[in-house]
């Protein structure tokens, strides 16, 4: 097993060897299997969980994959972030829950400060409406290479990535 501490000690070594690899991969548009295995461990939300909401499932992946799909991340992030929805808080760097509940919070305000103005807001919990999506790579892919975040070839390899093709 090939531990992070390792990965560290040894990078200037190992720059080559990935980045063939990885420039490989994508070439061919494959993934070893060995890359995409993981371990699902249930992780307690709560101090004593009593149901399975109360627990959240983590996959411990390869070192090697994770450092890989971190490169792809920062790629698809860099060309996506002009494109993004201003309004949009999650996942993105630097913004979180505070800055979304303070941008809604002036919008009321400043809504209501007209007259016979009025404000009633929704609050919807999709903290579980998300663990069972099914992914549609293909589609994903088409979408990415559609507004040129990456080539067809990059688009694809994300779609083997993301499915049990290798």
């Known amino acids: 097993m090939i531990t992070g501490n390792m990965l560290k000690v040894c990078a200037e070594q190992l720059c080559a060897i990935f980045s063939y690899l990885f420039n490989l991969s994508l070439e061919q548009q494959r993934v070893p299997k060995l890359w995409k295995e993981s371990i699902i461990v249930p992780v307690p939300n709560k101090n004593s969980p009593k149901e399975l909401n109360d627990l959240k499932p983590v996959a411990l992946t390869s070192r ?10 920062n790629e698809l992030v860099s060309r996506v972030e002009g494109l993004l929805d201003p309004m949009q808080f999650a996942y993105r760097t630097s913004l979180g829950v505070e800055d979304a509940t303070a941008t809604l919070l002036n919008l009321i305000l400043k809504h209501l400060e007209g007259i016979n103005s009025h404000a009633r807001l929704l ?4 903290s579980s409406a998300f663990n069972t999506v099914r992914l549609i790579c293909y589609s994903a892919s088409c979408c990415l290479c559609s507004v040129s975040m990456l080539t067809p070839l990059n688009g694809l390899w994300i779609a083997v990535m993301l499915t049990s093709e290798s």
């Open 64 to 73: 090697v994959m994770k450092s890989f799909e971190r490169l792809v991340k």
């Open 123 to 126: 609050f919807v919990d999709f």
